[in-house]
């Protein structure tokens, strides 16, 4: 793969009716399907128009079902698995759809048309593949599920070498606009040991840092064994398409999915 594997990411979206969507540019096997949601193309109303898929924000939970009844179209077939997203590191291997979201921050799979889905809104999104098509995994990583280990306990569950994965990073808060205190800096340099004040943290003129969870993701897959990582050129904040908690306070939720096709 070439050195531009960090860097690459999809810029085209879509559309069905109103609904607009992202599909990730990453050279991955022809059964493998993905896609981020935008904000546009909904029925939720301000404060989280339109395209809302989050049913724990508050947000009319009626809106919430067309909402994702609407996505529903576009997965050719599959079916998404909701988590109860608590910032934590469990990881869940997914076989089919499920009646209650399970606490989990990341999901895997080995079936077809079964799609792993995480919900953000600043937080980054995680997605990777396996080069044979065989597997897919997603993970929500916001900046405790990094320094805590979701993306390591992803890469633990999956019956492959990292090796032989690929990854894509989502829309998330980037760098220039996530300020944070030094405890945030302090947990990750416990956890991870002080490199990651260099992977990850400027110091800036008010005397807290700007975290930068895209070269923290990037730097752990690569750490640990994962070659090429794609994507990460999405701020969730400065790009109005995507929903940004920091940004806009009360706020919808985008989703990002991965899944298999069936074996033809």
Known sequence: MS?????SASRSASHSASLTVLRPDWPIHPRIRALVTTRWGGTSRPPFDSLNLGAHVGDSTGRVAVNRSRLAAQLEGADPVWLNQVHGTDVLRVTGKLHEP??????WTDQPGVACTVLSA???PVIVSDRHGTMVGAAHCGWRGL????????????????????????????AGHYEVGAEVLDAFCSHLGSAARRVGFARNTRGRY???????????????????????????F????????????????????VWLEPQT
């Open 3 to 7: 050195r531009s594997a960090s860097r």
């Open 238 to 257: 400065a790009d109005t398409r995507f929903y940004s908690v920091r940004r806009d306070g009360r706020c919808g939720r985008m989703a990002t999915l």
């Open 102 to 107: 399970p606490v989990a921050d990341a999901s």
């Open 122 to 124: 600043d937080c980054l």
């Open 147 to 174: 320094c805590h280990g979701v993306l390591e306990r992803l890469l633990d569950a999956l019956p492959v070498e990292p090796a032989e994965l690929i990854a894509w990073l989502g829309p998330g808060i980037s």
């Open 210 to 236: 700007q975290c930068d969870l895209v070269a923290l993701a990037r730097w752990r897959l690569r750490s640990r064994g994962v070659p090429d990582v794609y994507g990460g050129d999405f701020c969730s």
